[in-house]
């Protein structure tokens, strides 16, 4: 129920439909009848958060409770967040209009540095302290999941407590943990010390840091009881783990207004820059038949017209021709698209081509990251030119005419002649077309090149690499930009200052959290969007709390430096980073999970399995 307040200040808002709820599939329960309300919180707009697959699963999994109620929250806009401000409307659920400061747990997903002040902004706009000391209660308790937590430090001092991996089933234990201490009547610091026990709970509260006189982290110290290292927590079977039935369908035009089913979590790669291709690590593979229930109940219940299939590696999934199969026994006759958003070059066959193009064409997008074939071994890309201009050939035959590449800029080891290779690639792929003899009549070829500065990142085999300067990278922006030759190639280039800010967050330590604070306080927030993002504000935060930002973004780590996430286990050893490093300085490659197991060690959370190879006893032990 909206307020008489919302209801006046809506009509002089854009797009008040992010802020309405009542959408179809909404879920409304009885508050009286609940004993937890769990507002799960996305750090950026609607349409941003609406798009994420993350929210739709856990909300669903915590509304499938009898004795929970699972609403969303999103951070408003500017305009929005001035006349809340203006009137005293304090931050609120869509599902009831409740401010979420009345709420059992507050939950933030981090699924990017860049959303670290809009966290505050959130919380201060709900009536709360955004320190955790500061709130002394047991409820609302603050936490935190997502990506992001790999490395929990700079965001530690405002959360009561941080999950480490996959959410379905840490969810559900911390509420039938919060339900018994509820009712009992507990203390905060004492629900925080039985929470500790449960495996992916991470409480930053109970851990100390001490600090050398260069800076570096000197050791973390967990106090009492808590553990010396907390280990992430995953699900060890996809084809029985909660996935919804119905997806919300959003009021407004979102970034990926479709269905989205779940094919299979981890990565076979190990490509290593990638965070993401070892923090969802081990493999593990859900059905054909599976996904293909879940995207007919998806698109039935919506009236979505596409599917996505999501995965790092679309097509790396086993089973994905026989999929491909069972979808189109229905897609085609529905006129339901299917995409495949995350394709390999070097496993996009005549045939997968073919079967998409007998659906409505989106895009193709490949991701070769680095323009000549030394920078992809250094990556451990494990593709070559040749197979990144057969899978154009393959597509163009099949009647496709845009293409977009993904490259990488300022990689370790890099050098011009690399840069230069970028444009050359993307040239090549032109070529492809023109010479192609079935090629469609009055068309023309779209290949569009995106360049993103590289950000090193924890639980890589980067972590350890320096970040290129602000110079160096327009330097090279401008070395492809002379080195294009045709109107056929499109660029987009990605801001160097963000990347500069996420290289900082996602590498620091606790000490930032003070400059977060303080950015905020200036006014820092929705710094992802170039009409918000404010760097001179950051800077004199940086100065204002005494900190050099280069120290973190911009300095190579030592390989024995005690890392501010050493505490925090998520699966893939240390010394398997250290082999890979070395590995990249050499130029050398490592074959990918299903051709050799390379012993990073992740099998361990699933009892030795790892659906990379078809024998779990073929998986090595990790080394280290």
């Excluded at 329960?29 to 799960?40: L, S, T």
């Excluded at 999950?163 to 919060?178: C, K, P």
């Excluded at 911009?554 to 590995?583: Q, T």
């Amino acid at each position: 129920m909206l307020s008489e307040k919302l209801e006046r200040i809506l009509p002089l808002v854009q797009k008040p439909g992010r802020y309405t709820g009542g959408e179809l599939n909404s879920v409304i329960k009885n508050k009286e009848n609940v004993a937890i309300r769990y507002a799960f919180c996305f750090p950026d707009t609607y349409e941003i958060g609406m798009s994420h697959l993350g929210i739709k699963i856990l909300c669903s999994v915590v509304n499938a409770r009898e004795d929970a109620w699972c609403e969303r929250v999103f951070a408003p806009w500017v305009d929005m967040e001035e006349k809340m401000r203006e009137n005293g409307v304090l931050l609120y659920a869509l599902e009831s209009g409740d401010p979420i400061k009345d709420f059992d747990i507050i939950g933030f997903t981090l699924q990017y540095e860049m959303s670290y002040s809009n966290v505050l902004n959130m919380l201060d706009l709900a009536g709360l302290p955004v320190r955790s000391k500061d709130r002394k209660d047991l409820a609302p308790l603050v936490i935190a999941g997502g990506p992001c937590v790999c490395n929990a430090e700079p965001m530690a001092n405002f959360f009561d407590i941080m999950l480490l991996g996959e959410g379905e089933e840490v969810t559900n234990d911390l509420i039938d943990l919060l339900k018994i201490h509820k009712a009992r009547g507990s203390t905060k610091q004492e629900f925080l010390l039985e929470a500790a026990k449960i495996k992916g709970v991470y409480v930053p509260s109970l851990y100390e840091i001490e600090y050398n006189e260069d800076n570096t982290v000197k050791a973390i110290n967990p106090m009492g009881t808590a553990p010396q290292r907390v280990e992430k927590r995953i699900v060890s079977d996809l084809d029985r783990v909660h996935f919804p039935d119905k997806f919300i369908v959003p009021g407004v035009e979102i970034v990926h207004d479709r269905a989205v089913a779940e094919i299979f979590r981890g990565c076979i790669r190990g490509c290593r820059f990638c965070q993401a291709g070892y923090i969802y690590r081990p493999i593990r593979e859900k059905q054909a038949d599976t996904v293909n229930r879940d995207c007919k109940a998806l698109c039935e219940s919506t009236g979505y017209d596409e599917v996505s299939l999501c995965s790092l590696s679309t097509s790396d999934y086993t089973h994905l021709e026989e999929l491909l199969n069972k979808l189109l026994d229905w897609t085609v006759e529905d006129k339901v698209n299917i995409a495949l958003p995350s394709l390999r070059a070097d496993n996009f066959s005549k045939e997968l081509s073919q079967r998409l193009a007998s659906v409505r064409r989106s895009g193709l997008t490949f991701a070769p990251e680095a323009g000549t074939q030394r920078m992809r071994d250094v990556i451990n890309k494990n593709i070559t030119e040749e197979e990144i201009l057969s899978a154009a050939r393959k597509a163009f035959d099949a009647g496709w005419t845009s293409v977009k590449l993904y490259f990488m800029l300022g990689l370790p080891t890099e050098t011009d002649e690399d840069i230069v290779a970028i444009a050359q690639l993307a040239q090549k792929v032109v070529d492809e077309f023109y010479r192609n003899p079935n090629k469609p009549k009055g068309k023309g070829v779209n290949v569009s090149i995106s360049v993103a500065p590289f950000v090193p990142k924890p639980f890589t085999p980067f972590q350890w690499e320096g970040q290129n300067t602000k110079e160096e990278l327009l330097r090279k922006q401008q070395l492809i930009i002379s080195s294009l030759t045709s109107r056929k190639i499109s660029l987009t280039r990605h801001n160097t200052d963000m990347s500069f800010l996420e290289g900082v967050f996602a590498r620091g330590d606790r000490r930032l959290g003070d400059v977060i604070e303080t950015a905020w306080k200036k006014g820092c927030k929705l710094d992802g969007w170039d009409e918000c993002f404010r760097l001179d504000d950051w800077m004199q935060s940086f100065s204002d709390c005494g900190i050099d930002p280069e120290f973190y973004a911009r300095r190579e780590r030592s390989l024995d430096e005690v890392l501010p996430w050493d505490h925090l286990d998520y699966g893939v050893s240390k010394a398997h980073f250290i082999r890979e490093y070395n590995k990249a300085h050499n130029n050398e490659t490592t074959p990918h999970c299903r051709e050799k197991c390379a012993g990073c060690g992740a099998n361990k959370l699933n009892g030795g399995k790892c659906d990379a190879l078809r024998e779990s006893a073929s998986c090595q032990k990790g080394q280290g």
